[in-house]
């Protein structure tokens, strides 16, 4: 395995890593609320909506922060070598598997996980397998 040193970011990952925590446990906190992402997308989708206020917060935060981050000085650049088919079934697939697991990557990886909660750490063990799999699958024996 090889490590691009260029694009070696250790103390932005935990940075970035650090205010996910924090933002979460702010979350939980003050508003009994778990960060899980399809879950406050989601919570916008059904009704009544009497919380629709901090969820729209939320998401706002999660937009906004790369914008702010571009205004600033660094920009995200996604380099995404995906057609936008691809993109959409992904999406759709995604969308399916936190259905399934009744949750996301964020809610059960960041937020479950740090409660303790054994559904959780199956759920992210078997996003990373899948994730693990799929890389496999695409690099080594479809030759992406």
């Known amino acids: 395995m090889l490590i691009d040193l260029a694009n070696f970011t250790p103390g932005f990952s935990l940075a970035g890593g650090l205010v996910i925590g924090a933002a979460a446990a702010v979350l939980v906190l003050f508003n009994g609320r778990i960060a899980g992402i399809s879950g406050i997308l989601g919570g916008l989708l059904t009704l009544p909506r009497g919380d629709m206020a901090w ?13 702010v981050a571009g205004l600033v000085g660094k920009p995200a650049i996604a380099d995404i070598q995906a ?17 399934y697991a009744s949750g996301c990557t964020s809610g059960h990886g960041v937020c479950g ?8 750490l199956v759920a992210t063990l078997t996003f990373m397998a899948a994730g693990f799999l799929t890389v496999f699958v695409q690099r080594h024996l479809i030759g992406g």
Request: glycine share 18%; hydrophobic share 55%; aromatic share 8%.
């Open 55 to 67: 969820r729209l917060a939320f998401l706002a935060g999660l937009i906004g922060a790369p914008i």
């Open 83 to 99: 057609s936008w088919g691809e993109i959409m079934i992904a999406g759709f697939l995604v969308g399916i598997g936190t259905r």
């Open 113 to 120: 996980i740090s409660r303790g909660s054994i559904r959780s």
